[in-house]
């Protein structure tokens, strides 16, 4: 067994976009495995758009990662030794050993995965925590009845394409909004959407008000943004916002461009319409993960609902990977293998 962990550290907070001197790789000792603990190796690393908040000194809902710190997040890993009575070696489970080849852990945050139902990287995207995400949000809040229109952005990826599939299962029309032509085509012909806007194209708010002849009764809002201002005017009376993320602004802590004030324009017409705009993380639902994780493996099974994974080879590309997740460059759910399956 190899000596040593690889990591990815943080070795500065980012001044606006991430860039590449942010991060250091390492190398480390091997951790001991206490009792009651297992020695995970990390097949898979999930990265995620709440990873940039983690890298920044505010306190939010997480702390942030100190300077010197291992990265945060998901991965798919397997159980390499137990000294833990519930868990045995050769298991695979979802852990949160973070950007690293390997980890320990009291076995308190996994979750055993079953490689039968689906690839087991589906663990950390469809299947995962944006999977719950998205069925959490757009259950628990969207609330959309058949025929109604439910608005996705970000529809290519990880959560926002569950939510427009999910939409479709329930009955309702989805309508996804996604970076390019490409990303676009995928979302209507393989995902099923009735239709997908391209929110870089010059005509996109004319595209989307057409796509969208009745109104909007639920806009899951995953970007906020510019998308934002050309959603707010579509959204019918009494429409629902699960409101999931904002990615547009993540960096917005110093290069923003000027900033503009949407506060205003927006309470206006939320107040005026009724609208319901209802901020969630997904945690608040977790006693609804089982009944997705069996729903959404049935809907897999049968072919109702669909993912696309954009993997990455090699955790030393994790810190690029992961810039361009910020800028749309990543085409589905973004994981990294940082070893082999087998
Ligand atoms: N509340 C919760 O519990 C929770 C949990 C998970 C995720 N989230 C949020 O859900 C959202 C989607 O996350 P994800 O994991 O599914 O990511 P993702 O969609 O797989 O990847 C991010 C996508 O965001 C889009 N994007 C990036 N910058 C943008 C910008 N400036 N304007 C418009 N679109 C931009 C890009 O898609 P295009 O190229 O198509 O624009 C990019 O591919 C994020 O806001 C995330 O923070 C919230």
Known sequence: MTETVRQIVLASRPDGSPTPSNFRLEDAAMPEVPDGWVLLETIYLSLDPYMRGRMSGAKSYADPIAIGHVMAGATVSRIMQSRHRDWREGDIVVAYSGWQTHAISDGSDLRRIDPAVAPISTGLGVLGMPGFTAYAGLGNIGHPKPGETVVVAAASGAVGSVVGQIAKIWGARAIGIAGGREKCAFVKNELGFDAAIDHRAPDFARRLAEACPEGIDVYFENVGGPVWDEVLPLLNDFARVPLCGMISHYNDDAEAEPSVDRLPASMKVIQQKSITVRGFMNV??????????????????????????DIVDGLELAPAAFIGLLQGRNFGKLVVRVSGEG
């Open 284 to 309: 608040e639902f977790i006693d609804q993960q089982p009944t997705f994780l069996k729903e959404a493996a049935d809907w897999i099974a049968d072919g109702r609902l669909k993912y696309r994974e």
